[in-house]
């Protein structure tokens, strides 16, 4: 069956259809025209799938945080705020985040932003594989900082920008022991995982695995051409990605006018229950 439906508090038309394996009851009986009219009455187990019309220009992430109601979002790689100010203006977002970032001066005008903000929490950290400390490189950009190396074998493109100008110590978490602690304090329960990391987004679901599947969905940067020593080849984050239950709803460009050169691309992926369920 098939069917579609339009939802006033979405900014998107909505469709739904419902699948299963149908056992059926019928009544045969015979009008006054002696034409046969058959009633058939369906048990039907079914799943309900739901799907969502992004029109032109429409952001993902309104349908995302809006459709599954996320409550927190983990604002990982937050640099300057970008990401976080992008939500309070342009998605409407009005719920926690939470932004990590270990630079100090970037740590710094956060907290200055956050300070006009009581559902905006800054944590100075750099999310990894491991928790303790680790040196961090800042590059010549600031966007391009990374716990990382910088490479420019595959593309020479950022070279001047992709470049280590000072290398501090950081404090490092795992996600897994970052989501434990954040949640017993703040009790969300349908966040959303944001990765920018430049290099590290990968590493840093792994870190996470059994806290993974809390997460209603991830939006994560996926390397094209790669810019780091620990990049992953966008074939292999969306297949570790799918390994931990997510299924891929959007790409999101991240860097225009490189054409022909594709580098990178965002994706936003979704709990697959959820894609299934609605």
Excluded at 56 to 63: L, M, Q, S
Excluded at 255 to 265: A, C, D, K, M, R
Aim: charged share 20%.
């Amino acid at each position: 069956a098939d069917g579609s439906f339009s939802d006033s508090a979405y900014v998107v038309s909505s469709s739904f259809s419902v699948s299963g394996q149908a056992s059926a009851d019928h009544v045969l009986t015979t009008n006054a025209s002696g034409i046969a009219d058959i009633t058939v009455s369906y048990v039907i187990p079914y799943t309900v799938s739901r799907t969502a019309t992004v029109s032109k220009g429409t952001n993902p992430n309104n349908v995302t945080f809006e459709t599954f109601d996320v409550d927190c979002v983990f604002d990982v790689g937050a640099n300057y705020g970008q990401y976080a100010e992008m939500l309070r203006k342009k998605v409407g977002y009005r719920g926690l985040i939470v932004s990590f970032e270990p630079i100090p001066d970037a740590v710094a005008h956060l907290r200055k932003l956050a300070a006009r903000d009581p559902r905006w929490r800054v944590e100075q950290v750099a999310l990894s594989n491991t928790s303790g400390e680790q040196a961090f490189n800042i590059m010549a950009e600031s966007q391009f900082s990374s716990l990382s190396s910088p490479r420019h074998d595959e593309t020479v493109l950022f070279r001047d920008k992709n470049t280590i100008r000072n290398s501090i110590p950081v404090k490092t978490e795992t996600l897994s022991r970052a989501y434990a602690r954040l949640r017993a304090e703040l009790g969300f329960i349908r966040p959303f995982l944001k990765l920018d990391t430049q290099g590290y987004d990968v590493e840093i679901v792994r870190s996470g695995a059994e806290v993974l599947p809390d997460f209603i969905g991830l939006q994560s940067e996926l390397a094209v051409r790669k810019l780091y020593e620990h990049s992953v080849d966008f074939v292999e984050a969306l297949a570790e990605y799918r390994s931990h239950g997510f299924t891929l709803t959007a790409f999101v460009p991240n860097n225009g006018g490189h054409f022909p050169q594709l580098i990178e691309t965002d994706c936003i992926m979704l709990r697959s229950d959820l894609v299934l369920e609605g």
